[in-house]
């Protein structure tokens, strides 16, 4: 359980921040800008021995996906106040284990998706105009100056499965090379520009020249893409996965390239990634003809490290400044609104019956007028935030930080 109770909001100086894996130097510059100084900063991940080292005094913390933060560093970070995965998952923090020590957790799932959108309409162009054979001959000396199986993107249709971030991306940036845009989703998706909305997954793969994934991994999208779904494609159609390697079936797509109905595939996921840059790749796809394979950069961009530095950094300081966690994947997700001539009382606690009331009647005794109350609880915890009057009495912090089942307190002057 922390507190603070110095009679000031925390002075930001002494809020100590832990940036690690060369993390983009605008979320640098952003905790500057807004008051931030004591932030140290590593191009490199850290391994748990080393933040164990280093986290006793930590209150924010920025990783990227190297970095693993276990249930042990957690305990031992007894300051930390939230994690920030400069990154789009979430996978190398124990989630279970901050959210019951009141940790929030950030990360930035839609930084890149301008970065995927356009590789899609850059490989669908490359790969109706069989730039790959051509320029794979071009390099061995090979002059194939033809217009054999090549064609342009304009008037031919593009199905997109998935029509979030990526795929409503997407569809503006292909309608406006000429494409007649075409699109399934599981939700009552709206169409952007003139794009057409389908009814299944088969009318859209029956119809379509080019095919491009944008679905997320889960159970129904798991191969999703099979040899049935691929047979229902058109002849000489063309298929992209930038999305997750779960969704294809690897082997029935290498039999549909090599019997000439795929005339051709951009990849960039895999059933099975290397963990690393530089270490050995193999797929089934290798060396088949028309086939494009990149190796999981579809968001890998400046702009999109830029966008991530400046969102994770911008949510962390956010949620220092005003304790709003929209889009924590640890502490509920409130949205709150600037204190005006308030004082504001964050509690984070188990979400166990009775802790609400017992807050209340503290606030009661100490004749604590309540300006504004927001609450909101998860499977574990709930975090309730209360605006109060400005003339209180300042032992309000130590009494609630006694309330049964309070995991953390803080307060904002
Ligand atoms: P999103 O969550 O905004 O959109 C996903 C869409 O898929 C939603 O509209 C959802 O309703 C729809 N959907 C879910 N299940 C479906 C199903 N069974 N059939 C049809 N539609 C379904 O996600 P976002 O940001 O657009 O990302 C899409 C994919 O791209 C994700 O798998 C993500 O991991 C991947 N991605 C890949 C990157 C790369 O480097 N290659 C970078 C960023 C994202």
């Known amino acids: 359980m922390s507190q603070e109770t110095d009679g000031l909001s925390y002075p930001k100086d002494q809020i100590k921040v832990l940036l690690l894996e060369g993390i983009h130097p605008k979320a640098v510059e952003n905790f500057n800008q807004n008051g931030f100084h004591n932030i140290e900063t590593y191009d490199v991940a850290l391994s748990e021995a080393e933040l164990l080292d280093k986290m006793e ?11 693993h933060i276990t249930e042990k ?12 995965c400069f990154c789009i998952g979430t996978n190398q923090v124990d989630l279970k284990a ?6 929030t957790v ?3 799932p839609y930084s890149n998706t301008r970065s995927v959108a356009e590789l899609v309409i850059a490989e669908s162009i490359m790969l109706m105009r069989r730039i790959p054979l051509r320029d794979k001959e071009a390099h061995k000396g090979v002059w194939l100056k033809d217009a054999k199986e090549s064609y342009e993107v ?7 499965v998935g029509y979030g971030h990526i795929g409503s991306q997407v569809s503006v940036l292909a309608e406006n090379m000429g494409f007649d845009v075409f699109y399934y989703d599981i939700e009552p998706k709206l169409p952007m520009g003139n794009a057409t909305r389908v009814d299944s997954l088969k009318q859209l793969l029956e119809i379509s020249d080019i095919i491009t994934l944008h679905v997320p991994a889960t159970p129904d999208t798991h191969m999703m893409i099979g040899k049935e779904e691929l047979a229902q494609m058109k002849e000489k159609s063309f298929l992209l996965n ?3 390697g779960s969704v294809v079936d690897i082997n029935a797509l290498k039999e549909a390239v090599d019997s000439g109905h795929i005339a051709g595939a951009g990849i960039d ?3 099975e990634e290397p963990e690393s840059k530089g270490e050995k790749f193999s797929s089934e796809l290798q060396n088949l003809p028309n086939v494009i394979l990149t190796p999981h950069i579809g968001g890998s961009t400046l702009e999109a490290q830029y966008n ?9 300081i956010k949620l220092i400044d005003n304790g709003t966690t929209v889009d924590s994947h640890t502490v509920p997700s409130l949205n709150l609104p600037v204190q005006k001539d308030a004082h504001r009382i964050l509690h984070i606690h188990e979400n166990k019956p009775g802790v609400l009331s017992e807050i209340n009647s503290c606030l009661s005794d100490m004749d604590i007028n309540i300006l504004g109350q927001y609450l909101k609880t998860n499977e574990y915890i709930g975090y309730v935030v209360l605006d109060i009057d400005k003339d209180y009495n300042d032992r309000v912090l130590e009494k609630l930080s006694k309330v049964k089942h309070t995991i953390k307190t803080r307060i904002l002057y």
């Open 106 to 108: 950030f990360n930035s």
């Open 73 to 84: 560093v957690i305990k031992k970070a007894s300051k930390l106040k939230a994690i920030g």
């Open 242 to 244: 930038l999305a997750r």
């Open 154 to 160: 304009r008037g031919k249709k593009i199905g997109i």
């Open 98 to 103: 901050a959210t019951l020590d009141g940790i």
């Open 57 to 67: 005094d930590v209150q924010l913390i920025g990783i990227r996906s190297k970095t």
């Open 308 to 316: 991530i530095g400046l969102d994770v950094s911008t949510k962390l």
């Open 269 to 271: 996921v895999y059933p």
